[in-house]
């Protein structure tokens, strides 16, 4: 499997804090970073400030190369997506970090980023534009929906599912065959021994329901 795109990489996203390991694990995969957007004009994360461009600079010289979010946020993810796709972007990369440990039947969907550390069993299943953290583990048949965002160090049992735009905090536990729905957020430590209906948050061990109704993680939803 090949771990990041051949040709460069437009990283869509200066201001986004974890911008840091994108930029890390394309130096680790010897992808070259084109450039970096700074959609929103303000301060820039940037490790290389020399490659942080403007919106317009990207439009200029940046449309042919494909692009990734560096966002951990679902909803901010798909904004800056659809942002990109107003402007022209119909080409989107993947990074697999080369220290995550991957099965050979994984699948995976454009505009995802696995960061280092991670361990994904066998049959594991990524959807377009999710996200798993650093040091996650995903048991085998795991399955994360378009945008779902996986945090640093949480377990997912096997046959676990997180639903779109569903959001599991650090060092959480989801045991095998739970459902974490759409717009879901578990929280960070948490143990979820049951499923977790869409737009709830649930925290705890066991997780419990902390409160319903919610948009996403962050409040913004996809």
């Given amino acids: 499997m090949n771990n990041g795109p051949e040709g ?55 449309l042919a190369y ?20 107003a402007l022209g972007v119909d080409r989107f990369a993947s990074l697999v970090d080369p220290t995550a440990v991957t099965p050979s039947s994984l699948t995976l969907a454009e505009g995802v980023f696995v960061n280092c550390g991670a361990i994904l069993g066998g049959m594991v299943s990524l959807g377009p534009f999710s996200f798993v953290n650093r040091g996650a583990s995903l048991g085998h048949h795991a399955r994360l929906e378009e945008f779902a965002s996986v945090g640093p160090s949480a ?31 578990v929280a960070a430590g948490a143990v979820v021994i049951a499923d977790v209906a869409d737009h709830t948050l649930v925290a705890g061990n066991p997780a419990v329901e902390r409160k319903r109704g919610i948009a996403g993680y962050n409040e913004v939803g996809v």
Avoid: W
């Fill in 8 to 62: 460069g990489i437009v990283l869509y996203g200066a201001g986004s804090s974890i911008l840091v390991d994108f930029e890390e694990t394309c130096r680790r995969l010897g992808v070259e970073v084109v450039a970096i957007v700074n959609n929103q004009g303000g301060p820039s994360f940037a490790l290389r400030g020399d490659k942080v461009v403007t919106r317009r600079e990207f439009v200029e010289r940046c």
């Fill in 66 to 85: 494909p692009v990734l979010f560096p966002m951990f946020t679902p909803g901010h993810r798909k904004q800056a997506l659809e942002e990109a796709r």
């Fill in 155 to 185: 377990v997912l049992g096997g046959y676990a599912q997180v639903g779109r735009g569903g959001y599991i905090g650090a060092g959480a536990v989801v045991l095998p065959q739970v459902r974490v729905g759409a717009n879901a957020v």
